[in-house]
């Protein structure tokens, strides 16, 4: 790869991570991160985020405007696929059913997978719907603010 190139995904992998950073996501980088965070007892959402230029368009944008909300996770978490590969290993571990999907979404309580919305959902999407799906789960199982 050239070195233009390597600079060039440095800066989009950055924006990436701020921007999901901005909207109130806490990264998760470690595996040790990931499973002190998602063994708390409440609900807890992990977007996948990912450099995928149309599904990590869609998603992020998503996911910060999916929050606001009168029912939302206790916690939101973000873990970085292609980039922290441990840390997204571990998380994906407790996605159990669901093959490795990225972005995605997965909605766990008390440690326990509940639901996702996965690529397929939200490739080809637009981000409205897939706010409308995260905020039909929020409405299910988390309580309001």
């Given amino acids: 790869m050239s070195m233009d190139f390597n600079i ?5 992998v950055r924006q990436a991570r ?35 230029g149309c599904a990590g368009g869609i998603a992020r944008p998503a996911a910060s405007h999916a929050i606001h909300y009168d029912k939302r996770p206790d916690r939101l978490v973000t873990v970085f696929a292609g980039q922290d590969k441990e840390a997204t290993a571990k998380a994906r571990s407790y996605f159990e059913g669901y093959p ?16 996702m919305v996965e690529r397929h959902e939200i490739e080809g999407h637009d981000p409205m719907s897939v706010i409308a799906n995260l905020q039909s789960l929020f409405e299910v199982h988390c309580k309001e603010l």
């Fill in 100 to 115: 490795p999907s990225s972005p995605s979404f997965a909605l766990l309580k008390d440690g326990k997978i509940i639901s």
């Fill in 18 to 52: 701020e921007e999901i950073e901005a909207a109130g996501y806490e990264q998760l980088t470690t595996p040790e991160e990931v499973e002190e965070t998602l063994e708390k007892e409440g609900t807890t959402l992990v977007m996948v985020n990912s450099v995928c």
């Fill in 8 to 12: 060039f995904m440095n800066d989009v």
